[in-house]
Each structure stands twice: as structure tokens, then as C-alpha cells.
């Protein structure tokens, strides 16, 4: 498995974009909020948000640690892509965690959310808000 397996995956899910931080990392956002990182470098690892049960379980599994500075926000880490986790595995958990940071997300900013009701787009565009008397 490669990185363009895990940007396929990703790719497929509403609203996602991607951008590179940090120097190396691939980072995969929701809203503005990340929800899997892949470091560009060999050997490739990746890293997502998942349940506090799934990350008790994969952290008992050789080639998953806790991810570093994220582990507290139940984050995990696969040292090398591939490694332990297969692709449907790593499919199902990818979704997961991106489900979970776009629950958390401010409803106007969830994917497939309806413009502000009360704003009004003029013709280049842009979004406009009416002034409250």
C-alpha cells in the first residue's frame, strides 16, 4: 500500500481537502480540521483519530503506537503504511475518523451544509449579511 492509496481513500469523502504542513506531512482536512496525516518521507507512516476503544485495541498491535502529540486526542499512528493494516481496514478507520472530526465541526461548517439563511449572495458572488434594524 502507498500514499496514493490512502489520498484515494480520503479524496472520496465530502468536503476534503488537502494540504502539505510541517515540511512532509500530507495532511487530510475536513472543515478546516485535520483527520489523517501521512508523512511523505520513507518510510511512510499515517495517522488518524479514532474511538477510545479502536485506539486501546490498535495500540496493542506491533507497528501502531500512540501517535506522538496526538495521543491524547485518541490519535494513532502506523509506523509504516501497510505494515499492519490492510486496505479495507485502513478504509473503514480512515472513514471513521473523519467522521468523528466532522461531528465536531460547527453545523454551517459540516459538509453538504445549506448557506447561512440569512445571508444573501450578490452577483459577484460573495456572501452578503443584512444589517439588523
Known amino acids: 500500500m ?6 484515494t ?4 469523502l465530502p468536503g476534503v481537502t488537502e494540504d ?4 512532509s506531512d500530507l495532511v487530510f482536512s475536513v472543515g478546516g480540521k ?8 520513507r518510510p511512510h507512516t499515517v495517522a488518524f483519530k479514532c474511538t ?7 495500540i496493542e498491535r506491533d507497528g501502531i503506537i500512540p501517535a506522538p502529540y496526538m495521543a491524547r486526542a485518541m490519535w494513532v499512528q502506523e509506523r509504516s503504511v501497510g505494515d499492519v493494516l490492510d486496505r479495507r481496514e ?5 472513514k471513521t475518523s473523519y467522521e468523528l472530526v466532522a461531528a465536531k465541526l460547527p ?3 459540516r459538509p453538504g451544509a445549506p448557506p447561512p439563511r440569512n445571508a444573501k449572495r450578490t452577483p459577484a458572488g460573495r456572501a452578503r449579511t443584512r444589517a439588523r434594524r
Request: glycine fraction near 2%.
Open 52 to 58: 477510545p476503544e479502536t485506539f486501546a485495541e490498535l
Open 9 to 12: 481513500i480520503c479524496r472520496a
Open 34 to 41: 485535520m483527520f489523517t496525516v501521512v508523512n511523505t518521507d
Open 20 to 23: 502539505i504542513k510541517w515540511g
Open 90 to 94: 485502513l478504509d473503514t478507520l480512515i
Open 107 to 109: 453545523k454551517s461548517k
Open 2 to 7: 502507498n500514499i496514493d492509496v490512502i489520498r
